[in-house]
Each structure stands twice: as C-alpha cells, then as structure tokens.
T-cell receptor, first 115, second 113 residues
Framework: EAGVVQSPRYKIIEKKQPVAFWCNPI?????LYWYRQNLGQGPELLIR????????DSQLPKDRFSAERLKGVDSTLKIQPAELGDSAVYLC?????????????FGAGSRLTVL | DQQVKQNSPSLSVQEGRISILNCDYT??????FLWYKKYPAEGPTFLIS?????DKNEDGRFTVFLNKSAKHLSLHIVPSQPGDSAVYFC????????????FGQGTRLTINP
C-alpha cells in the first residue's frame, strides 16, 4: 500500500513568489492534515480536513496561505506571496479519524526555502 | 504556549544500553500520547502510543511510561541499537473528538557503537 505522497520534495523560491504543495493521502483515510515544521521544532498543525471540509484551520495564516481538498482526496497548500519566515518543511498526514490513538501517517514532507 | 515539552534537545547513548527520552505536558485534557521517530529527509513514523488510563505500554524493545500526577511520560528503548539514532517526537491528542496531535520539539537520539 502506498503511503502519503507529497510533492515537490524540495522547493527554492524568492520572497514574494507563490508556491504550492500537493498531497495524496492513504486510500480510505478521510482525515487529512497539513503541518509545518520549523528547524529544530516539532510539527505544528496548519489545517485539518474531514473529507472535503476544513474543520480546524485556526493556525493557518489566512492572509497568505490557502488550502483545498477537492473531492475529499488530494489536497493542495498554497502560499502567496511567500515570506522569508515561511522557510520550513510542510508535512501532510492522513488518518482514519477513528477513536483511540488515531495514528497519523506522515508523508516525507516538502522542504521550502525562501530566499 | 507549549503544551507538550521535550526539554532535552539531544541524547547520546552507547549501543546496548537503555535510552530514556522524556516528555512533559501541561494539559490534563489529553487522552492519548504517542511517540514518533523521524529520520533525516523522511516524515515522522509512528512508534508507540499509550492511553491516559494506562501507565505503561510495551512493544518489543520500546516501552512508554505515563505518570499522570506529574504530567510526564517517557520512552525507554532497551537495548539501544545504531538504527535507533533519529529524532523522537512526543505527541498528545486532546480529548473529546479532536483528531489532531500536538507535538513536542523533539529529542535527537544518537546511539554510539
């Protein structure tokens, strides 16, 4: 079974440019998450989807960040315009969204460098 | 505010010995705790979890202990192997249906031959 697939793996852009990240979750996982991991820190939640509905986007900087999950499967995260402080690894994860530990399965991440 | 804290950024242990990674939390409303392991250029992978109603969970070489009164949990790895060298993240799940995880800052474990 394929895991969570993310692309691109690496992206280098200049500030004020736009950038987009794509995520394909594990088949059958209805809950999808975007996390941001800054250097030396743990992942921080940006947005969580239940199917196609964004149910927790309180940490998403809405002035420049946007996300969508059309048809409740793939998702894209966009930053426009990018700032120097956006340099980080953007992690996508998915889960069954069931009771219990609700283990999240993460993709390899997309490392963004803003110059 | 940092609800989940890992106060040791790094830990170095000799191969074959016990590795103990620590985690503290401030929110009494967490109902599950998980440990994730992360290799460079890979995403975090799930290692082991524990429910807040238990105080110990064991899986092979990995054991997690939970001390609710101290709001502290620890991950024990015995015996430590070179392949255990990675960054370990403690994570906690808020109660009442919230499906997200709150992560600590991570501890880099290095196993020396």
């Amino acid at each position: 079974e394929a895991g969570v697939v993310q692309s691109p793996r690496y992206k280098i852009i200049e500030k004020k440019q736009p950038v987009a990240f794509w995520c394909n979750p594990i088949s059958g996982h209805n809950t999808l998450y975007w996390y941001r991991q800054n250097l030396g820190q743990g992942p921080e939640l940006l947005i969580r989807y239940e199917n196609e509905e964004a149910v927790d986007d309180s940490q998403l900087p809405k002035d420049r960040f946007s996300a969508e999950r059309l048809k409740g499967v793939d998702s894209t995260l966009k930053i426009q315009p990018a700032e120097l402080g956006d340099s980080a690894v953007y992690l996508c994860a998915s889960s069954l969204g069931v009771r219990g530990a609700n283990v999240l399965t993460f993709g390899a991440g997309s490392r963004l460098t803003v110059l | 505010d940092q609800q989940v804290k890992q106060n040791s950024p790094s830990l170095s242990v000799q191969e074959g010995r016990i590795s103990i990674l620590n985690c503290d939390y401030t929110n009494s409303m967490f109902d599950y705790f998980l440990w994730y392991k992360k290799y460079p250029a890979e995403g975090p992978t799930f290692l082991i979890s524990i429910s807040s109603i238990k105080d110990k969970n064991e899986d092979g070489r990995f054991t997690v202990f939970l001390n609710k009164s101290a709001k502290h949990l620890s991950l024990h790895i015995v015996p430590s192997q070179p392949g255990d060298s990675a960054v370990y993240f403690c994570a906690a799940r808020p109660r009442q249906g919230a499906q997200k995880l709150v992560f600590g800052q991570g501890t880099r474990l290095t196993i020396n031959p």
